[in-house]
């Protein structure tokens, strides 16, 4: 008997009759198994709701709040229509979505009269999306003859601190689960992205939220593995819109699909398996419509017999950030304050590199962040010592990783002699010490075809040399 941890978000649960199909999956391996089931809002909902948020803030139209949640409620009871047959449960599971539509509305109706949209409502509203979803996922399963119950995030024992939008749970949240979902009864289903602060206010867990609680709850409940059901077949060698001759990776460590989910790869967020890492837990990373196929296994252990690079990514939505002046050479602290201006003022450092000469600092941030990051460069640095600041906003960033390139002799060489034959000029190189990953900056112009030369070079594609 395996005791896993089910994840379902996106396509997989687009509407009543994949939500069904979900049922269906699950039940397939329910026999034997132990399975707690985490789920998403159906798709693009949270999307909706936040959008209705804002609007009643700016233009508090109660009359735009009353159609939302009339076009809301509608899709929902489809969605019940579509999954579950029994008519039993139906009326049950309408009953509950109605209340809860019913205390969305009142809420939406609070921010048009105070015409204001804190991050603590805002929570409160994005979190409607899993609580209107997992009752009806639930009720399939009861509708097919297997208990069930359905949780919040918080229910089941995520605690969180107060950071709204973005909430890290306390460590007792794992002792909590365990208490509250151990013995596993039936299929349980939990939803995804919400918790609850020490104040019982809901929290949410910001983005890749709702891996990041099937991760929690593996960890808590030491689950054997963790499965991240997607649209794609796995953890792929490159972005197939890319590189149509993309391959599945049938396994990969967590430091590699970490340093894969940074730059750029969508499969998973960086902080998704995290717990998962401190258990030692497996993820996998599975297909919903082709649930035979093995997928890609994120294990601690590095394998090394696949070649010396597993995949290429690219991040776009990158800028260039460049601090210089001659005065910079041996003056210290210099670094200390840039890195310290950027942190307080909340912009993310993708990259880093410093020439020997001490001269020059450059460094990549998402292009979102370059104007504060800007500004706080320059209230902070001397201008006797710091001479410029410039950006390059036409840049993306190319990311090789793979464990074989640690004390394998030419792996950079090889990369970039690639890149010169191609005539793709190469702005900015950060590797490092782990040798985990080389990532380097290019032209916006020249990232697809870095990545497909890469992909060729490499084999990534699965041919022999």
């Not at 159906?42 to 508090?60: F, H, I, N, P």
């Not at 076009?71 to 109605?98: C, F, G, K, P, W």
């Not at 024992?157 to 365990?178: F, M």
């Not at 289903?189 to 602060?197: E, H, L, M, S």
Request: proline fraction near 3%; charge should be negative.
């Amino acid at each position: 008997m395996a005791r896993l941890v089910m994840k379902f978000g996106g396509v997989s649960v687009a509407d009543g009759r994949r939500l069904r199909n979900v049922g269906e999956l699950v039940r397939g391996f329910s026999s034997g198994n132990e399975i707690v089931v985490v789920t998403s809002a159906l798709q693009g909902v949270t999307d909706d709701l936040l959008e209705c948020a804002r609007s009643s803030a700016k233009y508090g139209r109660v009359s735009d709040v009353e159609d939302f949640i009339k076009r809301l409620a509608e899709r929902h009871e489809q969605a019940i229509t579509d999954a579950i047959s029994d008519n039993v449960i139906r009326e049950e599971i309408r009953s509950d979505i109605r209340r809860k539509i019913d205390m969305l509305e009142k809420a939406y109706v609070g921010i048009c009269y105070l015409g204001e949209l804190t991050p603590r409502s805002i929570d409160y509203i994005s979190s409607f999306g899993e609580q209107l979803s997992a009752p009806i996922l639930s009720g399939v399963f009861r509708d097919m003859g297997i208990e069930s119950k359905y949780y919040t995030g918080g229910d089941v024992g995520i605690i969180t601190n107060s950071d709204y939008g973005n909430a890290k749970p306390l460590e007792k949240s794992y002792t909590l689960i365990g208490k509250r979902l151990l013995p596993i009864k039936g299929i349980p289903v939990v939803t995804g992205f919400i918790a609850k602060d020490e104040n019982g206010i809901t929290t949410t867990l910001g983005r890749g939220g709702s891996d990041f609680t099937a991760s929690i709850i593996g960890a808590a409940i030491d689950a054997d593995e963790i499965w991240f059901w997607k649209e794609t077949s796995g953890v792929l060698t490159a972005d197939p819109k890319i590189d149509p001759s993309a391959k599945t990776i049938p396994t990969i460590s967590y430091i590699e699909a970490m340093e894969l989910s940074f730059f750029g790869a969508k499969v998973l967020h960086p902080r998704a398996i995290e717990p998962a890492i401190r258990k030692g837990i497996p993820v996998r990373v599975k297909c919903t419509f082709d649930p035979e196929s093995p997928g890609t296994r994120i294990v601690q252990e590095e394998e090394l017999k696949d070649g010396v690079i597993k995949a290429v990514s690219l991040s776009t939505n990158v800028a260039l950030l460049n601090v210089s002046g001659a005065e910079m050479i041996g003056t210290p602290g210099v670094a200390a304050r840039v890195f310290s201006a950027l942190a307080n003022s909340g912009v993310n450092i993708i990259m880093i590199s410093q020439g020997s000469s001490e001269a020059n600092i450059s460094m990549v941030v998402e292009e979102k962040d370059l104007d504060r990051a800007e500004e706080a460069l320059r209230r902070e640095l001397p201008r006797e010592i710091v001479k410029d600041i410039t950006h390059n906003k036409d840049v993306c960033v190319v990311a090789v990783v793979g464990s074989g390139m640690a004390g394998t002799p030419g792996v950079a060489g090889r990369l970039f002699s690639a890149m010169g034959r191609a005539g793709i000029n190469v702005r900015m190189i950060s590797q490092g010490s782990s040798e985990h990953n080389i990532s380097f900056v290019v032209a916006s112009k020249d990232g697809k075809r870095a990545v497909q030369e890469i992909h060729r070079e490499f084999k990534l594609n699965g041919e022999h040399a």
